[in-house]
């Protein structure tokens, strides 16, 4: 089982820890887009946004859905 705020790949037993700060990439994540940062996480829920955006603007998304960016 992994552990919240961690996301396994399919098929695999490797466990990714997310950390804030960190950059993220969704599972579908198209290949123009750049990585996400991790601003916070809280039990299955992850919060990220584009250094683009600004400070004040992010998405709420499930951990399952992110990967660390390579």
């Known amino acids: 089982m992994?552990?919240?705020g961690s996301t396994a790949a399919p098929g695999?037993?490797?466990v990714?820890?997310?950390h804030p700060g960190s950059f993220v990439r969704?599972?579908?994540h198209p290949?123009?887009?750049p990585p996400f940062q991790l601003i916070?996480?809280?039990g299955t829920r992850c919060w990220v946004r584009?250094?683009?955006w600004g400070s004040m603007v992010h998405m709420e998304l499930p951990y399952r859905r992110l990967t660390a960016a390579a």
């Open 2 to 4: 992994a552990a919240p």
């Open 12 to 14: 695999s037993n490797v």
């Open 16 to 18: 990714e820890l997310l």
């Open 26 to 28: 969704l599972r579908d």
């Open 31 to 33: 290949e123009d887009l």
């Open 40 to 42: 916070r996480r809280r």
């Open 50 to 52: 584009q250094q683009a």
